[in-house]
């Protein structure tokens, strides 16, 4: 975010501080991490006790303050976690018990679409899947098309962790459509960024999403006059936080493999441990390869040869499985140069050929290249 950008988001936050605190809702900042996720439980607490057909069935939010004040802080969300991260959950925990207390409104689903973003975040995979579920169950139910488009990308983010992201594809040009229809045009573009983004991870060829790309700015300069700048928030779960884990991972065990500082190989089991946690409570499809690759590096860093061949095998087909041939490709190389690694070249050259193709087949043509030359390089003086 841009300095100005920033100045202006802080400025809004606290107007609408200001505003809130005229409408009788007070925000204040906790002392310490702790006292929010005591405050976190807290609502955690409540919320079991209510059912969703309870929610679906509460009484619509007639007091127009209480309705005024929802939509102060459903507005501050985006800017809050951004510029001032600490007083999310609790804007949010608000917006939430304003819901319980006194009925359901617009701003209710867009509440609990960011508090199973935020739950997911804290570990609670499962809890974050039924409020995301939940928040566009009150849409339609009462017809809140006003903000369909906007719940339906803050809680697509949190069903990549669950669901095959291939298939989130339509929920999200759903949203896109819905936010157009709406007149929502900020929620038009980010679905439509968003699901740019979801074709290069899920492995759409290149070409495809380079089409993608370009017609995605063209709508954007049609229906927008600002780039909408997106920064990784704290407190919400995001689904390039999930790519990011996998990469850092892959990163770590290649770096300490080749410094053996043992700082890299905590690291790299962190990053391990993160991915195995959403393979086991979401998404298999999405999960299942990521975790056999990082599993695999981990066991090559640490001697266990024999684990690492099965392990790379695994994460090969399972990649193929699931339809995420980028990876697949991906998992060819790294078996080659683990193979290349142990001596073993003819079993290297059958995974190295097996990346080439499967990077060819991606329309990945730069990394084709490059892959092709370091194959000569390597076995041109093979029988």
Known sequence: ????????????????LLLLDQLG????????????????????????????????????LTDYKKEMAMKILAKMLTNL????????????????????????????????AYYG???????????????TKLSKALVNKHQFNQIAGEVIW?????????????????????????????????????????????QLWSGVPLTQVKESISSALQEMKCNANKYFEITLPSWYLQAGYAVQTFFLGLVSYRIYRETREELWAQRGKKLRERIQSWNEQGSKWNFQHKLELLEAEEAYSNGNF?????????????????KFIHEEALANELAAKFHLAKGARSISLKYFIEAHEKFYEWNAFAKVKVLFTSIQEKFCGDP
């Open 117 to 131: 973003g935020m739950i997911a975040d804290l570990g609670d995979l499962r809890g974050g899947h039924r409020f």
């Open 1 to 16: 975010m841009s300095g100005l950008a920033h100045t202006n988001a802080l400025l809004s936050i606290e107007h609408g």
């Open 154 to 198: 803050i809680t697509s983010d949190t069903l990549t962790y669950l669901e095959p992201i291939q298939g989130i594809q339509e929920y999200r040009s759903e949203g896109r459509q819905m936010a157009l229809a709406g007149g929502d045009i900020q929620s038009a573009c980010f679905n439509t960024l968003i699901m740019v983004t979801d």
């Open 81 to 112: 976690f951004q510029c001032k991260p600490s007083l999310f959950p609790l804007v949010l925990i608000k917006l939430v018990r304003l819901t319980i207390d006194h009925g359901v409104s617009p701003m209710s689903a867009i509440g609990l």
């Open 25 to 60: 809702i007070d925000i204040i900042e906790p002392p310490s991490r702790e006292e929010t996720m005591q405050q976190i439980a807290h609502t955690g607490t409540i919320l079991a006790a209510i059912s969703d057909e309870m929610m679906l069935s509460s009484r619509i």
């Open 306 to 322: 024999e684990r690492a061949q099965i392990l790379y095998d695994k994460a090969v087909s399972s990649a193929k499985q699931h």
